[in-house]
């Protein structure tokens, strides 16, 4: 089964700065896909990044960037340059490649920023 | 931005009590999943929708739960009997394409708190 763990329930951060989320998955497959999704207090789930299994690349969105280790089964984000708009709860979310559709959630990571 | 259009933001029922949660997904969609959080806990899969029937769910989505796409717009979800521990936010999604390739492309509502008491 495809579990999705990420071990800080929260972080925080000061204004321009730079901080790591992490995320931890197990799976068996070997091609699959990884997001990163932001819940402001507005509730509303929103797409941060996302990263196929298969590209050896890290994927980057602007001030977002992932490391990607598939050996490690590891999948941290990176928010550069943090703003107050980032303040959020983080989810990091699997999803198998070829079949079905649901996707497999961490608990989440609260983010604050410190002005 | 086409978005994900979920109503009510709360409800508030008695346990026992039939509810139904209402999701409006991007026109062009045609997957349309549901997906809830209780509180402090990870977002979990109930179910998603294909070609007016189910085409895959989780243990979570058992016989109290139903879902409709009642018209070319809605798709609901319905708790018969809802109990205490079916309070929770429950999200609806919808993506334009699905399982076989898809990266991504779901768009997801802000959600209905539902509170059973």
């Known amino acids: 089964a495809q579990t999705v763990t990420q071990s800080q329930p929260e972080m925080s951060v000061q204004e321009a700065e730079t901080v790591t989320l992490s995320c931890t998955y197990d799976?068996?497959?070997?091609?699959?896909?990884l997001f990163w999704y932001k819940q402001p207090p507005s509730r509303q789930m929103i797409l941060v990044i996302r990263?196929?299994?298969?590209?050896?690349q890290n994927a980057t969105e602007n001030r977002f960037s992932v490391n990607f280790q598939k050996a490690a089964k590891s999948f941290s984000l990176k928010i550069s340059d943090s703003q107050l708009g980032d303040a959020a709860m983080y989810f990091c979310a699997y999803r198998r490649l070829n079949t079905g559709n649901q996707f497999y959630f961490g608990t989440g990571t609260s983010l604050t920023v410190i002005p | 931005e086409p978005e994900v259009t979920q109503t009510p933001s709360h409800q508030v029922t008695q346990m026992g009590q039939e509810v139904i949660l209402r999701c409006v997904p991007i026109?062009?969609?045609?997957?349309f999943y549901w997906y809830r959080q209780i509180l402090g806990q990870k977002v979990e899969f109930l179910v998603s929708?294909?070609?007016?029937?189910?085409?895959?769910k989780s243990e979570i989505f058992d016989d109290q739960f139903s879902v409709e796409r009642p018209d070319g717009s809605n798709f609901t979800l319905k708790i018969r009997s809802t109990k205490l521990e079916d309070s929770a936010m429950y999200f609806c999604?919808?993506?334009?394409?699905?399982?076989?390739?898809?990266?991504?492309?779901?768009?997801f509502g802000s959600g209905t708190r539902l509170t059973v008491v």
């Open positions: 929708f294909y070609n007016n029937e189910i085409s895959e």
């Open positions: 799976t068996s497959e070997s091609d699959y896909y």
């Open positions: 990263q196929e299994a298969y590209k050896q």
């Open positions: 999604a919808s993506s334009e394409v699905g399982g076989f390739g898809s990266a991504g492309g779901y768009t």
């Open positions: 026109s062009n969609h045609l997957y």
